[in-house]
């Protein structure tokens, strides 16, 4: 069964501590894993999607890696605006989205 | 501007009583889908549409119905409701297979 894991659940970082999120999956014929940002009462604003084992993007203070098992979400010198939840989803078979629960992150001033 | 536009935003409404979601973008994207948000399960697929006339189940399809009759829109009903549909609902659309979704602004629904 296809399935995605984040953790932590929540983490709280002090501005400019850098840290990394985990999503763990489980798909069968991976088509994209996909990273959003979700502010308070917002919908999911997209950032990212990686394809194969190896691909990396950036923006900004934001990196994703990709490897076969896991993805990870590499925030480097974090500002209290990076505050917000990071949803992780993959794309098996045709069309078919899994979200996992997400991280909540709080940076602190 | 690109974007899912979703109204309305807040509903409040009785057991049993037909409401219908409405969903509509401006960005001539092929497929469209629908969540709902519960704290603790996160995202769930509701339906989902590769295009006009082709929808298709996601994980928690029961107490739904959509129609795609035109491109731009998805409107999501729930011919009687229950307050077990009390959520978070979002709209999303994108280009198809292995492309990120642009959302709605969500539509808070009550079901008392």
């Known amino acids: 069964e296809d399935q995605v894991t984040q953790s932590p659940e929540a983490l709280r970082l002090q501005e400019g501590e850098s840290s990394s999120l985990n999503c763990s999956y489980t798909v069968s014929g991976l088509r994209g894993l996909f990273w959003y940002r979700q502010d308070p009462g917002k919908g999911p604003e997209f950032l990212f999607t990686?394809?194969?084992a190896g691909e990396e993007k950036e923006k900004e203070r934001l990196k994703a890696t990709l490897t076969k098992k896991e993805s990870f979400l590499h925030i480097t010198a974090p500002k209290p605006e990076d505050s917000a939840t990071y949803l992780c989803?993959?794309?098996?078979?045709?069309?078919?989205?899994?979200f996992g629960t997400g991280t909540r992150l709080k940076v602190l001033a | 501007e690109a974007q899912v536009t979703q109204n309305p935003r807040y509903l409040i409404t009785v057991t049993g009583k037909k409401l219908t979601v409405t969903c509509s973008q401006n960005m001539n994207h092929e497929y469209m889908s629908w969540y709902r948000q519960d704290p603790g399960l996160g995202l769930r697929q509701i339906y989902y549409s590769m295009n006009v006339e082709v929808t298709d189940k996601g994980d928690v399809p029961e107490g739904y119905k959509v129609s795609r009759k035109e491109k731009r829109n998805f409107p999501l009903i729930l011919e009687s409701p229950s307050p077990n549909q009390t959520s978070l609902y979002f709209c999303?659309?994108?280009w198809g297979s292995g492309y990120g979704y642009t959302f709605g602004s969500g539509t808070r629904l009550t079901v008392v």
């Open positions: 989803a993959v794309q098996g078979g045709a069309y078919k989205y899994i």
């Open positions: 990686l394809y194969s």
């Open positions: 999303a659309s994108s």
